[in-house]
DNA sequence: TTGTATCTGTGAAATAAATCACGGATATAT
DNA sequence: ATATATCCGTGATTTATTTCACAGATACAA
């Protein structure tokens, strides 16, 4: 299949929508509610959701259960994925036990840290390991996602074991940027750079859109 | 002036490259390493670079200083802003103590709870204040920026008060999309979303761009 | 039942953005 | 000194994305 990059950004918060509108138990949503939701117009969201090949129903919107089921199907938004935490400070052990991730799908699987140190003083109930033994584990668990929270020092190196060990995609949070080779799905989440995103706004009043993170 | 918005989100990725550029001494950066670090083709950084009005220098590329300098003054990213933290739980705390976002010219210089136990029991060097407080220290430290950690459920009423009390930017950690006046410049930094965006491209193969935080 | 206000779906048109392609410069090597 | 490999700058071209506009549908109100 081949989506443009941007609706594949928008389908993927739009899913976060259909999440928490299901949870609420709300059966229909219209495009102009998605639209408002996410920051972009109803012709774009229709559109998306044409380009996906879901229907809705006239004058109602579209069946959240069911939109969200066929976008789940088609981007396997449904499917369960393993990941791991490269780093546990401040960060990383926040994000270890964030229990969100799990209800979205997103199971971390474990978490690695070099300092032994940590390790040891780490409370937490995933299972977590010296850096060493990445390979193995990734392998072992299939993990598919690797989620970097080391010093940006230690970024490139950190995803380069990562790849090594076999992951497929990679989420960035040191201020570094890495470079993959270009079968590896990378994104970056650099606080700094959202913050700039909002100040450079401030200067060349355009209207929002949605940003890919 | 108006820029494309990818543009504004590339140039803000490029200042922070830059940024790490200087720390290491760096004196000249090609378009193609700039490129490459946020994930782009040179041509399209070299057409960013060109609608900033700033000129490199052929077969050396661009001085790293002088770049980050026009960048800078051109969309004020040099300008130096305050934000604040609204939610102190494991994220918020973290962010609190983020000593990096000073350094890249945002100033935390507040953080807000609703609950005095957590207030009490924080150890930071950042001034803390009960909810009831924001409307008051946002005006007399003129705060623009307000980040939002709060669970799900409190981050639409909290947005808004931010808003009340005169903020201009708001930038989101919580999973739930805001609704917010058009004026007010606004993000989200929804991690699932970012998931989930590279699980999808581990269907639709294409070629990885930027993604708007 | 009849109107009317919404909503979707979708080609067509308009915008926006990325690529191409190549001239002009100039470091660097020989 | 000359050749060569880079690297920028920028119109032109192509491609991608959004917006428009309007034809169905149909819930809902009167
Ligand atoms: N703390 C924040 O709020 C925050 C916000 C935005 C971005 N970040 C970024 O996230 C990253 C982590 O931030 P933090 O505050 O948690 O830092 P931290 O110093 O608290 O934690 C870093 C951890 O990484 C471990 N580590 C270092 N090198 C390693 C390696 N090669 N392999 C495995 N583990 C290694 C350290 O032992 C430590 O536990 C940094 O890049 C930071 O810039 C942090
Ligand atoms: N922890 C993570 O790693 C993580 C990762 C991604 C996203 N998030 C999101 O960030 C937000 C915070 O997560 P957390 O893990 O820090 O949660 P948390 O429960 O540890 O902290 C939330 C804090 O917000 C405060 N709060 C609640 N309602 C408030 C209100 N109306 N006004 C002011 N303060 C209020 C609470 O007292 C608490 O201190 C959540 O929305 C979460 O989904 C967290």
């Given at each position: 299949m081949d989506l443009p990059n941007?609706?594949?950004?928008?389908?993927?918060?739009?899913?976060?929508?259909?999440?928490?509108?299901?949870?609420?138990?709300?059966?229909?949503v219209s495009s102009k509610d998605l639209a408002q939701a996410i920051g972009t117009t109803n012709d774009t969201i229709r559109k998306d959701i044409s380009l996906l090949g879901v229907t809705g129903y006239t004058r109602?919107?579209?069946?959240?259960?069911?939109?969200?089921?066929?976008?789940?199907?088609?981007?396997?938004?449904?499917?369960?994925?393993?990941?791991?935490?490269?780093?546990?400070?401040?960060?990383?052990?926040?994000?270890l036990d964030y229990?969100?991730?799990?209800?979205?799908?997103?199971?971390?699987?474990?978490?690695?840290?070099?300092?032994?140190?940590?390790?040891?003083?780490?409370?937490?109930?995933?299972?977590?390991?010296?850096?060493?033994?990445m390979e193995n584990i990734i392998a072992q668990k299939s993990i598919e996602l690797g989620i970097i929270t080391v010093p940006a020092n230690n970024a490139q190196e950190v995803a380069d074991e990562l790849i090594k060990a076999g992951v497929s995609g990679i989420l960035n949070f040191s201020p570094e940027k890495i470079v993959v080779p270009k079968?590896?799905?990378?994104?970056?989440?650099?606080?700094?750079?959202?913050?700039?995103?909002?100040?450079?706004?401030?200067?060349t009043n355009k209207l929002r859109k949605s940003r890919v993170a």
């Open positions: 941007n609706t594949i950004d928008r389908v993927c918060r739009i899913f976060g929508c259909l999440e928490s509108l299901e949870e609420r138990q709300v059966d229909f109602k919107g579209y069946s959240v259960v069911s939109l969200k089921k066929e976008l789940g199907q088609t981007l396997k938004l449904d499917k369960k994925r393993k990941a791991c935490i490269v780093g546990l400070g401040r960060l990383g052990t926040a994000l229990e969100r991730f799990k209800q979205d799908g997103f199971e971390i699987v474990a978490g690695f840290d070099n300092s032994i140190n940590k390790l040891e003083r780490i409370k937490t109930h995933i299972d977590v390991f010296a850096i060493s033994e079968e590896i799905i990378y994104l970056d989440m650099d606080f700094t750079s959202a913050l700039r995103f909002i100040a450079a706004r401030f200067i």
